[in-house]
């Protein structure tokens, strides 16, 4: 930056550093510095699995990772002098989704203050899960979206190649499910403890909102289902509320029981995000805080009786993953044999697992890159060849020592291969650039001498491109789109070498039943639910008819009950992978739709569980049915009368009759309008 010309490029943390006219070593963490619990709650809001900072001490070593420095001294720049005197007048904001945190702060600093620069913001995933208050920053600062390119239009023009996603799931072990099951029932006893706690019902009676319903009625309505949980709650422990507030909440004020979920909403309202409408003392407060941590249900500031991060840390980690991934290759590579090119992405190196690797101790089975290596390792997979590519673990069969030379020399570099025992496989140590040691290896996995390449997703952020890459399996925590696409996209782009390439994505879940006995429902919680976040913005080929669509849905994955039934939809999953060339012919048929023009449809669904008129509807039926038995009865009832002459039930007879009439037409109307449609 301090020698600008008419195209200048730069990174944003350099840019944040000149804006801080900062001294010192500017760092690039290139392997995995974030923590572990950080990545399975998903704290990767910030800038992919490595961020950067400057460290005027210099570099500061970290688990699992590598540094690339640079030594900086911005202290006398001024960098707005340095763009006005170089003309520049246009600023391209490439990977734009990047932009969070400081740098956000940084670059609108940076552009407050050049208001006549043109901007061109580029990314190929757009942070469309973020939060309102996100996705707005973004829009102010990179403007609204001038053009965007759908997935199906670029496999169409053959800038992609014909793909599909595939969920091969996984029941926990014997040992994980016990735990869940513990954690689950000592939820249920703090509830039931909640519910007893005279305290706490002191403080709910409390709540302004029940005092002065009309004036709270706005903010209730603001916050429909905090505003259930506090009547769910007042109704279940017989505290009195306006009937404004039943007839507020619609449904006739018809409340469900009060259960974990219902709990789980009103404490957060209670301790965290409503504490002002309530009466109560900082003591009372703490008192309740400290008992739901010593229970394990408070998560960064969040209640979690129900949603709980401890067994969604269970349910990612699950061993039984280890074996889903075994599964997989092995499959694979009877589809596909040398012409496998399968990457398995994962968070972590594990590199303190690299001892075990060739030994005959346990494996502890842990989704990393070492552990997963060796786990595969030990199947003793018949003609499989295996890799590792990490920022600071290399792993390559012995067999390519005698191409190595050659590799190296290309890149300019050196190395050396260490054998790891007698295993025929060995550490790689290069000296040289880290974009170089990616393009050895990357090499080795293009020529077929690894066939299964596993590596972490710090590989993303150096732009890693390998497009022989026909086979991928996501053995992440990630949910969020804008990564997992990114990790997508690895499997997804064209191959010169490979015309007819198609890609396989593999992601993985473990899933279990809610209840001991009870096998109608699976847990949608936990792995499932980040799956379902992940196909929200996903666009591709449905399995079910031949069109292009988003969601879980488009799989048609049947509904799981038992563990015969996690079987019979893997069975299904793996067949459906094997068949590439029915892939390809499906993407061609749902193409010739939008061969000439693309169109994009949206369609809103309601979850069942949200639609009540169902519920209106049988009830409007049987009342219904009522009246016309009513009605039949002083029909009678009348006959009966007119044989009396003019006695007084006559009379009393006749009004009868008319108002069952009058409820008959009425009902009738409640039927005709709360019978669920195919086109509500």
Sequence with gaps: MKQMKQMTATTYQALYSAMKREQGTLEEDSGEAAEEDAAASEAVDGVDAADSKVAAGGVTEEADGEKETEQVDYRDFDIFKAV???????????????????????????????????????????????????????????????EEIFTPELVREGSLCPHQDYVYFNWPTREEEAYVREHQKRMQMQVQKMMADETLRRIV???????????????????????????????????????????????????????????????????????????????ERESLLQELKEAGAIYRNKVALRDNEAIKKVLMKSQGKMESIHTIVQAEYEALENDLRLLVLCDYIKKDKLPEIGSKDTLVTELGAVPIFEYLRRQNMTGIRLGVLSGTVIIVPMAVEAKLPELLAQYGCSGTLNPLGDIGYGQLMIKGKSTHTVAVVTELFRQGEIHTLIGTKSLLGEGWDAPCINSLILATYVGSFMLSNQMRGRAIRTDREQPDKTGNIWHLACIFPKERGQQSNTDAEGDYEMLERRFESFLGVSCREDVIES???????????????????????LERAKDRNALRLRWNQSLQEVRNQMEIEQIDEIAAKEIETGYIFINAVCIEIIQVILAMLLMSGRMMAQKLGNHPAF??????????????????????????RQDG
Excluded at 102 to 131: C, G, N, Q, R
Excluded at 251 to 270: C, F
Excluded at 551 to 573: F, H, Q
């Design 551 to 573: 969601g879980i849905g488009r799989l048609d994955i049947p509904k799981i009950t038992s563990k015969y039934e996690v079987d019979k939809a893997n069975r299904m999953m």
């Design 84 to 146: 006005k005197e170089a003309g520049i007048t246009t600023i391209c904001l490439d990977e734009a989704h990047h932009l969070r945190s400081e740098w956000w702060k940084a670059l609108e600093t940076f552009l407050d203050k050049l208001p006549d620069v043109k901007i061109i913001a580029l990314t190929a995933t757009p942070p469309y899960d973020s939060t309102p208050a996100q996705w707005k920053r973004y829009i102010d600062m990179c403007g609204p979206i001038d």
């Design 651 to 676: 009379l009393l007879l006749g009004i009868a009759l008319l108002a069952a009439f009058a409820g008959i037409v009425y009902q009738g109307y409640v039927c005709l309008n709360s019978a669920p």
């Design 205 to 283: 009676s409390s709540h302004q909102g029940l005092m002065h319903p009309e004036e709270y009625s706005e903010r209730f309505l603001d916050k429909p289902e905090y505003f259930t949980a506090l009547l769910v709650y007042c109704q279940a422990k017989g505290i009195p509320f306006s009937g404004y507030l039943r007839k507020l909440i619609g449904t006739k004020g018809k409340l469900p029981g009060m259960d974990a979920h219902w709990m789980e909403v009103l404490l957060q309202g209670v301790l965290y995000e409503d504490r002002e409408s309530y009466t109560m003392m900082e003591a």
